[in-house]
T-cell receptor, first 116, second 111 residues
Framework: GEDVEQSLFLSVREGDSSVINCTYT??????LYWYKQEPGAGLQLLTY?????DMKQDQRLTVLLNKKDKHLSLRIADTQTGDSAIYFC????????????????FGQGTILTVHP | DVKVTQSSRYLVKRTGEKVFLECVQD?????MFWYRQDPGLGLRLIYF???????EKGDIPEGYSVSREKKERFSLILESASTNQTSMYLC??????????FGSGTRLTVV
């Protein structure tokens, strides 16, 4: 089945860039997502990239996709203490058999800690 | 503001109790999902539903069942709660190929 892997921890200083990495196994993935979870809250969609794209930029966030290596990264520029959270990578399987739901498979989550 | 609402933020139940976790969405979404979240394991799919009265097993359905009698409501049922079901439970919904919207989660402790 599908598998998504992330490193568990990342610690950076305020103002530096953060890079969170993710690898996945399903070459038929259609969309890849980054979600953010703050303490005590549900998951909030940060950004996503379609599988035929290499890069997507959205303000401080840059997503890079290397389809050959099945590697996805999220770069946060000028990281702030408010960016401290758990970040989840997720892949969406290609819907099949006429269904429209396309399940998401999540990584373990990367705990980002930003030090002043 | 579109919402997925989970009825309880925190629950404490005794081993062997029947537990109901409720989730309601106001976006008229077709698809609804139940995940559990455990440290170091990420989110694991328990069950999902793509239509009223339809359900599909996810990756870890053992010990759980679900009910979807109305489009907006998706219930997760623990028939006989056990301590290894202590976890954070997250409900989500989406429409066709759209992104997921998550609820705030229910932290269940089984003692």
């Amino acid at each position: 089945g599908e598998d998504v892997e992330q490193s568990l921890f990342l610690s950076v200083r305020e103002g530096d860039s953060s890079v969170i990495n993710c690898t996945y196994t399903d070459s038929s993935s259609t969309y890849l997502y980054w979600y953010k979870q703050e303490p005590g809250a549900g998951l909030q969609l940060l950004t996503y990239i379609f599988s035929n794209m290499d890069m997507k930029q959205d303000q401080r966030l840059t997503v890079l996709l290397n389809k050959k290596d099945k590697h996805l990264s999220l770069r946060i520029a000028d990281t702030q203490t408010g960016d401290s959270a758990i970040y989840f990578c997720a892949e969406r399987e290609r819907a099949s058999g006429g269904t429209s739901y396309g399940k998401l498979t999540f990584g373990q989550g990367t705990i980002l800690t930003v030090h002043p | 503001d579109v919402k997925v609402t989970q009825s309880s933020r925190y629950l404490v139940k005794r081993t062997g109790e029947k537990v109901f976790l409720e989730c309601v969405q106001d976006m008229d979404h077709e698809n609804m999902f139940w995940y559990r979240q455990d440290p170091g394991l990420g989110l694991r799919l328990i069950y999902f539903s793509y239509d009223v009265k339809m359900k599909e097993k996810g990756d870890i359905p053992e010990g759980y069942s679900v009910s979807r009698e109305k489009k907006e409501r998706f219930s997760l049922i623990l028939e006989s709660a056990s301590t290894n079901q202590t976890s954070m439970y997250l409900c989500a919904s989406n429409q066709a190929r759209g992104g997921y919207t998550f609820g705030s989660g229910t932290r269940l402790t089984v003692v």
